[in-house]
């Protein structure tokens, strides 16, 4: 593939003219060719292989290789190092050209999209890479936008078109986008292709809410803004077609400015063996230095005398040269304390484990008929020690489908279902869901299970019926009828799709509307209703109401918002009423679902008429215009009368409270950042019991300032501190304070919080200057949400928490907005969702469902990280042992760089003779079974806190390994001295101790790893004995006449192994060394075991007395709330629709359809988790009410 970018120059801003590709090149901007690979054909064998050796390992390797070519010092043949090195540097590369290769498919499908491009007047298709800045695009209904275009015209009236940006934000509902006046009329390609207008706008950034530029065009100009711009990565839906110009193209696009690099990860465990190897090099250079000062000595001392018979090679000339070519022969001998075998195997482990996670049928979706799949095979370790994870909301946590739950009316609460005890039926028993057939208009798809509600309707109860009238005329969806009866909604928000889809099913269904009425079906009879004013939706207000006219010409007012907001507005006779709405909105609440009050007022026409003059003059101020029109809807939405609440169901996805509360309990911090409104965010931080009632308190920061941000955030800390000062006078804080391991002391506090913040607010918390603060606070809080995030705000707080707190992060989203946090983490997971496939593809694991997060961690990533360590663990004593002899057979042999045992058997040990069952230790180990990982998600601490594998281990590793070694080596040689034969000869003689020093070596490391095994397999039992045989059979047939005869100068030593193992005392021997190494570890470890167990033998334990019983599930059961007040307002609305629909603009109906909303049954969430125990005190305000600070 091309090279897609070249440097260029920073800009200062960006000129492009329309239609004259000519004039637009001179600025070589970039084309609109993505690339997110990483070699190419020509790049890859340097760049990789670069890579490679910078693992301290390869280097070594390759210095190793090139000694061994110089014969005046090598011992071994060069062999024995090339061929596992081209093996490792061969396998890693094909693995990192295959993971290139699929980002290369990716990106060539992505670039070689089809789009329409107007060149030399004529439409033609042209492949995405090809477009360039200048060039205008034609779009179609459906189509992604290919570029950052600047919307020139639509079919839709006013130049309007309507967007999807879930690829930016993952938000589904919908944004309109409008075209100026002035090139909205440009529908036709002839004025298209004489259009010439020139754009001066900022240069490419990554702020994916502004916008600012300039068209100059017929010696006029035209301020451009946001809501001119469709970016990359948008759909357009419902309209027709539209026309754009390109003003950013490929890398300079907003999607892929805030798109991060894609980065080299390394797990930690990886960095810690670059640094082991290190040292072992330091270690590997003293014990040489130690045996060349011997030799030299040996040498100048004994050796003099025996030149005649051993004289000194030609090159050799003095005691200390001899000394300084021994140290490098000492380097090649004793270099198998780090085999290369060692990286082979972690490889081989790792893509054992892959293949785990790749064949789980329990994190296979067979609904989406979507298996995980492990997209990375080097990081499954780390998956068992993550700390943080950084998760995005909507399609992540949550459906984005919204589901008409429950509401209250007049008192009255509809949408429980009781059974005939009068308890609640939960889903599961739920009878059949109501029958709406009276209702020929009636979406199929709605599903209500409480009938009472219909009953309500039918017996023509006048509150229940003006509720749903309230329903059916208060919002500003758009109605389209393709065939008789066949009814879609176009909704700016599918809260706002439920609700009216609710009001449809239950007889008052809103069937079209013009810019001044609104027609609904109430009960089968059309009733226009005169639409007077809309009091439009906006963040501040919270509520948004509707002014009509019946057809008896009386006037209301009907209002939805917020219950902090409009419980406020009620008029004083509804005090009873308000009471018991409070009640059901507290319930509703608790359940995590999003509520909305409503209410009516009924106006006076000459009120109205004199408040229509003065709305009308505020309208049309010059200044202030925002704050005026708010003053006088705020003095007509006052006094008015309750009707009920409504509680919608933002259906979390399957498992998330139970998975959140898991992870929760495996101390592990959940953040959730999202691109949603704070409102919502909030709401399902509630219903997924990531916040909770219980909570000492939630800190919401929502300043515009640096100050403001500072404050709220210093005030933070201050309650947090003020609290923990209050917990047994000081004594239980300073305690924990002595204990911690982390930095800050904000994170001994007792009490449980929550920390919520906005995007503007958090633009400021990540400056230089305040990055610790926000830190420390987030870091103290139990939970942490961020709103109204950028893509890159996102990577910005994984980054921060990985340069501070030095703990493995995760990260987890589904839609493009998602893939800059997932490149960023240490572990980043995809979801395979509604939202695009562009979080799967730059992700390192990916699997359907968010439930699933908990078995890739719990289990997979656990059993991983133990697998890997017991490893290392093991991989290391056994080298140590094995290269450690040699060290002591030095001072025995002159110090001559003479090896204990033959090349053949240094060369087959780490590939034949011990490879086989450490792999299959690596491949299979479990120390408890897979349902025991999740009911004990404590197990999963040991990872975080990096127990099993750390510098403390290794060294311990290595001491068993050198006593291993000693033992090995002097328990032999005390026997041989005076050992004889069975005919009276001498025993002792070169070749039979080293058969003697080989057949101890690899039992006792069989023996070892017997010990080590926690989960025995038929396959563990074949390695392992298998190896053993393999090992007799190759030294028998070493020592064998055939071979000899066949290749008389390399087995010169016919016999000598069947001679030697028929002697009974070099049996004695070898099950003396045996047990003499053994017994001490089954002693340490039986002691351990008893004096001092882990968790893990707590559980083996209990596994084993219950062995007989069935395993006892637990039951998390529904619980009754605190009396608490919060609210649980949500509404994914946004400003601007009431005024589009007023003024008729949007009002043509499209032939094009949106799909109308999909319900489902609510589902029963958990409401009380198991609270996680920890050594701090307790908080002192356990069932307070929980205050919200702002």
């Known amino acids: 593939m091309a090279f897609c970018t070249k440097k260029r120059p920073p800009e200062e801003e960006r000129r492009a003219r329309a239609n004259d590709r000519e004039y637009n090149e001179k600025f070589q901007y970039a084309s609109n060719c993505i690339k ?20 301290v390992a390869n280097t070594y390797f390759l210095f190793l290789l090139i000694l061994q070519l110089i014969p005046q010092i090598s011992s071994l043949s060069w062999f024995t190092t090339i061929v596992p090195l081209v093996l490792v540097l061969t396998i890693t590369a094909v693995k990192d050209a295959t993971d290139d290769y699929f980002r290369h ?59 999807e940006t879930a690829e930016l934000d993952g938000e589904t509902n919908m944004k309109v986008r409008q075209a100026i006046p002035v090139t909205s009329e440009l529908g036709d390609i002839n004025k298209l292709a004489k259009f010439d207008g020139e754009v001066i706008c900022e240069p490419p950034n990554n702020k994916l809410d502004k916008f600012s530029g300039t068209l100059y065009w017929k010696e006029n100009k035209f301020s451009l803004s946001n809501q001119n711009m469709l970016l990359r990565g948008c759909v357009l839906r419902n309209t027709e077609w539209c026309f754009g110009l390109v003003i950013f193209a490929g890398p300079d696009t907003k999607l892929m400015q805030n798109s991060g690099r894609t980065k ?111 997209r990375t095979t080097t990081l499954n370790e780390e998956l068992g020690q993550v700390e943080y994870i950084f998760s995005d909301k909507t399609g992540t946590l949550t459906q984005n489908i919204m589901i008409f739950n429950k509401c209250s009316i007049y008192g009255r609460s509809y949408g429980d279902v009781f059974d005939v005890l009068g308890h609640k039926a939960e889903l599961g028993e739920r009878p059949e869901p109501i029958d709406f057939s009276f209702n020929p208009l009636a979406d199929k798809k709605f599903l209500f299970w409480d009938p009472s509600l219909l009953e309500a309707v039918k017996v023509g109860d006048p509150h229940t019926h003006e509720f749903f009238r309230l329903l059916s005329l208060c919002h500003t969806v758009m109605s389209e009828e393709k065939n008789e009866g066949e009814l879609y909604y176009k909704a700016q928000s599918p809260d706002e799709g439920a609700l009216v889809t609710a009001a449809r099913n239950f007889g008052f269904v809103f069937r079209s509307r013009t810019p001044k009425t609104i027609t609904v079906h109430e009960m089968g009879k059309a009733i226009t209703y005169q639409l007077l004013a809309i009091l439009d939706f906006n963040n501040i207000r919270k509520r948004m109401s509707v002014i009509v006219r019946n057809p008896e010409g009386k006037i209301r007012l009907y209002c939805k918002g917020a219950d902090t907001i409009l419980l406020e507005r009620l008029h004083p006779s509804n005090q009873e009423l308000l009471n018991t709405t409070t009640d059901h909105l507290n319930e509703y609440a608790g359940d995590g679902l999003r509520t909305l009050v409503l209410a009516y007022k009924d106006l006076e026409e000459d009120y109205y008429e004199e408040w229509a003059e003065r709305r009308l003059r505020a309208s049309l101020a010059q200044d202030s215009r925002e704050d005026r029109l708010a003053s006088v809807y705020e003095e007509v939405e006052n006094d008015m009368m309750l009707l009920g609440a409504t509680a919608i169901e933002d259906k979390l996805q399957q498992g998330v409270p139970e998975t959140i509360a898991l992870l929760t309990l495996a101390n592990i911090k959940i953040w959730v950042l999202t691109g949603d409104k704070q409102e919502t965010a909030v ?64 994170e001994a506090i007792a009490g449980e919080y929550a920390l919520v913040i906005n995007g503007h607010s958090l633009a400021h918390a990540l400056e230089a200057d305040m990055e610790l603060e926000f830190l420390e606070t987030a870091c103290a809080c139990k939970a942490v949400i961020c709103c109204r995030v950028t893509p890159l705000q996102k990577a910005q707080v994984v980054e921060l928490v990985k340069k501070y707190k030095k703990a493995v992060t995760l990260a987890i989203g589904d839609g493009a907005n998602d893939v800059s946090m997932i490149k960023t983490a240490h572990i980043g997971v995809g979801i395979s969702g509604q939202e695009g496939i562009q979080a799967v593809l730059a992700s390192d694991y990916s699997f359907s469902q968010f439930k699933f997060l908990q078995r890739l961690l719990l289990v997979h990533g656990r059993w991983s990280y133990l697998r890997m360590c017991k490893f290392l ?174 290749f008389p100068n390399q087995f010169r030593f016919v016999g000598n192994a069947q001679n030697t193992l028929a002697q009974p005392t070099v049996w004695f021997t070898i099950v003396l060394t045996t047990v003499v190494c053994i017994m001490p570890v089954v002693a340490f470890r039986f002691l351990k075991l008893d004096l001092k167990p882990e968790l893990s033998d707590t559980v083996r334990y209990t596994q084993l007395v219950r062995k007989k019983q069935k395993a006892q599930h637990r039951c998390m059961r529904r619980v009754g709330r605190t009396g608490s007040r919060r609210s649980g307002y949500a509404f994914s609305h946004q400003e601007g629709f009431g005024e589009l629909i007023m003024s008729g603009k949007n009002m043509r109906l499209s032939s094009l359809a949106l799909s109308s909303f999909t319900t489902r049954s609510s589902s029963s969430w958990i409401e009380t988790l198991r609270r996680k125990k920890s050594d701090s005190a307790s908080s002192p305000s356990g069932g307070a009410d929980k205050p919200l600070k702002g």
Not at 330 to 341: D, G, H, R, W
Not at 710 to 716: D, F, I, S
Request: glycine residues 6%; hydrophobic residues 45%; aromatic residues 16%.
């Open 36 to 55: 997110t690979s990483k070699y190419n054909i020509v790049t890859f064998l340097p760049v990789n292989l670069f890579e490679q050796f910078q693992e």
């Open 264 to 374: 080299f990860k390394r797990t930690s465990i990886d960095r810690l063996m670059n640094t082991l190897v290190l040292w072992i090099f330091g270690f590997l250079v003293c014990m040489g230095v130690i045996l060349a000062i011997g030799n030299a000595i040996w040498e100048y001392e004994v050796g003099a005398r025996f030149q005649v018979y051993l004289p000194w090679d030609e090159a050799v000339d003095s005691a200390f040269f001899s000394g300084f070519l021994s140290f490098w022969s000492y380097i090649i001998i004793l270099n198998t304390v780090v085999p290369i075998s060692l990286y082979v195997s972690v490889e081989v482990i790792r893509l054992g484990h892959s293949y785990f996670i790749n064949w789980d049928k329990k994190m296979y979706c067979v609904k989406k008929r979507t298996p995980a799949e492990a």
């Open 873 to 1046: 663990c093991y991989f290391f004593y056994k080298n140590f042992a094995f290269t450690m002899v040699h060290f002591w057979f030095g001072f025995f042999c002159g110090f001559s760089a003479q090896t204990v045992y033959d090349q053949y058997f240094i060369t087959l040990y780490n590939i034949v003779y011990t490879s086989l069952p450490v792999l299959a230790m690596g491949v299979f180990d479990q120390d408890v079974p897979e349902q025991r990982s999740m009911e004990y998600p404590k197990l999963y601490e040991p990872g975080q806190l990096n127990l099993l594998f750390n510098k403390r281990e290794f060294f311990i590793c290595i001491a068993q390994g050198i006593y291993t070694s000693v033992l090995m080596f002097f328990i032999p040689y005390g026997v041989f001295a005076e050992a004889t034969r069975d005919d009276g000869t001498q025993l002792a003689d070169y070749q039979s101790f080293a058969v003697t020093v080989a057949t101890s070596l690899v039992i006792v490391v069989s023996v070892q790893i017997g010990l080590d095994t926690g989960y025995w397999t038929a396959i563990n039992h074949f390695f392992i004995w298998g190896s053993l045989a393999v090992y007799f059979a190759i030294l028998f047939a070493m020592h064998s006449k055939g071979l000899f005869e066949m």
């Open 105 to 163: 498919k990716s990106d060539n499908q992505v670039n070689n999209r089809q789009s329409q491009v107007l060149i030399s007047g004529i439409l033609q298709q042209e492949q995405w890479m090809n477009v360039r800045v200048g060039d205008i695009i034609k779009l179609e209904n459906n189509q992604f936008v290919a570029a950052d275009l600047l919307l020139l015209s639509s079919s839709e009236p006013h130049g309007l078109c309507y967007i």
């Open 683 to 746: 709401n399902i931080g509630y219903s997924c019991k990531m916040l909770t009632d219980d909570m000492t308190e939630v800190f919401i920061v929502t300043g515009h300032t640096v100050l403001e941000v500072r404050e709220e955030l210093r005030k933070a800390r201050e309650k947090m501190m003020e609290s923990s000062r209050t917990v047994g006078n000081g004594f239980s804080y300073q305690e924990k304070l002595s204990s911690s391991k982390l930095t800050s002391v904000l």
